[in-house]
Nanobody, 124 residues
């Protein structure tokens, strides 16, 4: 069984950088992992995913966010730069057993394990 615990969120001002962490327990070595977010009143949306050297980003964060993994620590990261008020959301870490053939999964239903989420609030 895989368990995921996010950390690193908080209240920040626009323009700053923040790094989210997702500590995993269980074997995630052969899993793709990703970050999703859910803003108030909106559906949860894909932010970024990673499997090996393959990464994927939503258009909203491309060029500002960077995803990475530390297998030794079994931890997933999301480095968020130049944060904007529209980045305000609960950020969720997720893992999927679905191995990407051509692309990383971006649909919520394709992910098998989820963390509890961490709130990121960006003030203008």
């Amino acid at each position: 069984q895989v368990q995921l615990v996010e950390s690193g969120g908080g209240l920040v001002q626009a323009g700053v950088s923040v790094r989210l962490s997702c500590a995993a327990s269980g074997n995630t070595l052969r899993m793709a992992m990703g970050w999703f977010r859910q803003a108030p009143g909106q559906e949860r949306e894909f932010v970024s995913g990673i499997f090996g050297s393959i990464t994927k980003y939503s258009d909203a964060v491309k060029g500002r966010f960077a995803i990475s993994r530390d297998f030794a620590k079994n931890t997933l990261y999301l480095q968020m730069s130049n944060l904007k008020p529209e980045d305000t959301a609960i950020y969720y870490c997720a893992a999927t057993k679905l191995i990407p053939i051509t692309d990383i999964a971006t649909a919520e239903g394709q992910y098998d394990y989820w963390g509890q989420g961490t709130q990121v609030t960006v003030s203008s």
